[in-house]
């Protein structure tokens, strides 16, 4: 969002999760993609446009992984 890196527990377990069940980078799953992050305990912001900066950029991260596991979205 703004440049600063933080570290997300289990982000990639929970792409792994995704693509094996076969969910395509859409809306949907980004807010899937964020209920997971939150019982794996990760900290996520309660303000609703933090929230949504947050899905994008996620679904974003999942696109990419998309890509380089099946060759494109």
């Given at each position: 969002?703004?440049?600063?890196?933080?570290?997300?527990?289990?982000?990639?377990?929970?792409?792994?999760?995704?693509?094996?069940?076969?969910?395509?980078?859409?809306?949907?799953?980004?807010d899937?993609?964020?209920?997971?992050?939150?019982?794996?305990?990760?900290y996520?912001?309660?303000?609703?446009?933090?929230?949504?900066?947050?899905?994008?950029?996620?679904?974003?991260?999942?696109?990419?992984?998309?890509?380089?596991?099946?060759g494109?979205?």
């Amino acid at each position: 969002m703004d440049g600063t890196k933080v570290t997300v527990n289990g982000l990639t377990e929970i792409f792994a999760e995704l693509f094996a069940e076969g969910r395509p980078a859409d809306f949907k799953v980004s807010d899937e993609i964020m209920n997971r992050l939150e019982t794996k305990q990760n900290y996520i912001p309660s303000s609703e446009i933090t929230r949504r900066e947050y899905r994008h950029l996620i679904l974003k991260e999942y696109r990419e992984y998309l890509s380089a596991h099946e060759g494109g979205t």
